[in-house]
């Protein structure tokens, strides 16, 4: 470490590597922005930025492990949506988003997109409600726990067509998509930062985005929206965060790195190409953050809540 003159060591010094926690296995959604990001902060920040993938229970294992790891900028979390769903999800969470933690930033917003295996006979999504309807027992739907993204987007899914579906929960939406493409698994919603390749390779089946207009770099998929299923919207929004607490000197660093990272042209270009989207620089300050968790969690909670969907 770089002691200053009188031995004061200079705040957030930059001779240890910074450790992002990925809620979810290596190889999806959640851990490729991770990765990408943190290749575009480390360009800012003298020290690396290493991934450590801490998957379980939606996502709220890494979030506890970071609240518990030493108060210094050296350990941060890496979570989307799960982070504003998981208060109402989790009777015991032992946490609060809001107060716990110091809101680094938002770094990306990815739309999702409603797939199954190739052999499913549905050809659109009309088609898909009326065969899952009649062969419900016979399509499983995977997910990556109580809390993530896929569990948010199937709850509401089955919710609104009011049927039920069996659901096969996996550490992340990487192994899951693996086993959808081999059959193991029927259906599945989840992030075009982990689908791209199998959406341009024709892999899978792809009935519907979750967003109101078609999601730019993939214009040939039709919305659920428009086919029907009206106003069905998720967005999975990822922020950084550090245990609250955390010296200002060390946050105030990791969210310039943050900043500059998500402008950084390698990263923009990524996001753009995995069909995400990167918030503008008012959306993505730790104000902007913590003001949209909090949004985010007033408005899931009731929405989970109603559906009397509880993780313990
Ligand atoms: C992942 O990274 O595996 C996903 O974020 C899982 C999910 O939230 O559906």
């Known amino acids: 470490a770089t002691a200053l003159s009188g031995g004061v060591q200079a705040a957030f010094p930059e001779d240890k590597p910074v450790t992002m926690v990925v809620p979810f296995a290596a190889g999806g959604p959640t851990d490729k922005v991770a990765r990408e990001l943190a290749l575009a902060m480390g360009k800012t920040l003298k020290q690396q930025v290493i991934v450590d993938n801490s998957p379980g229970a939606g996502g709220t294992i890494a979030a506890k492990k970071v609240l518990n790891a030493p108060k210094d900028g050296y350990t941060v979390l890496i979570h989307h949506i799960g982070m504003s769903t998981a208060p109402a999800l989790y009777k015991n969470l032992g946490f609060d988003p809001n107060t716990d933690y110091e809101h680094l930033g938002q770094v990306a917003d990815v739309p999702m997109v409603m797939v199954a295996n190739k052999d499913l006979p549905a050809k659109n999504y009309t088609e898909l409600l009326a065969y899952i309807k009649a062969n419900a027992s016979k399509v499983a739907y995977a997910n990556a726990g109580i809390g ?29 998509l693996t086993d959808l493409i081999g059959g193991q698994v029927q259906l599945m919603c989840d992030q075009t930062t982990n689908l791209a390749g199998q959406l341009k390779a024709g892999s899978v089946k792809a009935y519907g985005a979750t967003t109101m207009q078609r999601i730019p770099a993939f214009k040939d998929i039709p919305t659920l929206h428009e086919q029907g299923l009206k106003n069905f919207q998720v967005n999975v929004w990822h922020g950084v965060y550090a245990p609250k607490g955390t010296p200002k000197a060390a946050t105030d660093k990791l969210s310039a790195a943050i900043k500059a990272g998500i402008n950084d042209a390698g990263y923009k270009a990524k996001m753009a190409e995995l069909g995400a989207n990167v918030p503008n620089d008012k959306n993505a300050s730790p104000e902007g953050h913590k003001a949209h968790l909090k949004a985010q969690i007033d408005l899931w909670t009731p929405i989970i809540k109603k559906a009397g969907v509880y993780a313990d």
């Open 148 to 176: 993530s993204a896929s569990h948010l987007c199937g709850l509401l899914f089955m919710s609104t067509i009011q049927q039920d579906m069996t659901t096969v929960p996996y550490k992340g939406t990487a192994p899951a």
